[in-house]
């Protein structure tokens, strides 16, 4: 199994701002997803990473307020842009193994005010 | 358009009895189901998956069956115990290896 190290795990931030979350896999991975769990909702994907490529992203979610960075295939990072009360979720990255089930790292408790 | 459903958002049982949790699905492009289990302030578990060419797996305390004609798939956890107490999640994908889609999940409470 993956083992995956997310930063940080949890913060407040000002409406306006921006937060980088990153997401750190103790092995090689293809393909890396990032996934957002609002308040009492499910979890929803917002973007699959791919080294060497752009994001693909999910219906509702775009580029510029979610930026993604893929620069190897242990490492991603997804930015929260411009934040607002509504972006206060749990961020979550997610790694598939070559048994095919997800592995996800223990998320982000992202809280603006 | 919820295309993972689980109905019923709690559920409460006594130690060492059944716990059956339910799940239903309207695409019937997926293939692949999968259950997690989530505790506060940490990423999902995976707990156990199936394929649609079966209609049962079993792991330990956990069975799934998947019922292809009605879209429906269930986790029973025999003996429930009161670590198991969490929400689960159902979750579905086109094929294995691919995206998820998550239902909204189901609270389960293991009394002692």
């Known amino acids: 199994s993956a083992v995956i190290s997310q930063k940080p795990s949890r913060d407040i931030c000002q409406r306006g701002t921006s937060l980088t979350i990153q997401c750190q896999v103790d092995s090689q991975v293809t393909m890396m997803f990032w996934y957002r769990q609002q308040p009492g909702q499910s979890l929803t994907l917002i973007a699959t990473?791919?080294?060497?490529?752009?994001?693909?992203?999910e219906s509702g979610f775009v580029i510029d307020k979610f930026p993604i960075s893929r620069p190897n295939l242990t490492f991603s990072t997804l930015t929260v842009s411009n934040m607002s009360p509504e972006d206060s979720s749990i961020y979550l990255c997610?790694?598939?193994?070559?048994?095919?089930?997800?592995?996800f790292g223990q998320g982000t408790r992202l809280t603006v005010v | 358009d919820q295309q993972v459903k689980q109905n019923s958002p709690s559920l409460s049982v006594q130690e060492g009895r059944i716990s059956i949790l339910n799940c239903d699905y309207t695409n019937s492009m997926f293939d692949y189901f999968l259950w997690y289990k989530k505790y506060p302030a940490e990423g999902p578990t995976f707990l156990i998956s199936?394929?649609?060419?079966?209609d049962k797996n079993e792991d330990g305390r956990f069975t799934v069956f998947l019922n292809k004609s009605a879209k429906h798939l269930s986790l029973h956890i025999v003996p429930s115990q009161p670590g198991d107490s969490a929400v689960y999640f159902c979750?579905?994908?086109?094929?294995?290896?691919?995206?998820?889609?998550f239902g909204g999940g189901t609270r389960v409470l293991v009394k002692p």
């Open positions: 997610s790694v598939m193994s070559r048994r095919t089930e997800a592995f």
């Open positions: 199936i394929s649609s060419i079966k």
């Open positions: 990473a791919n080294q060497g490529s752009e994001a693909t992203y």
């Open positions: 979750a579905a994908s086109k094929a294995a290896g691919n995206k998820l889609t």
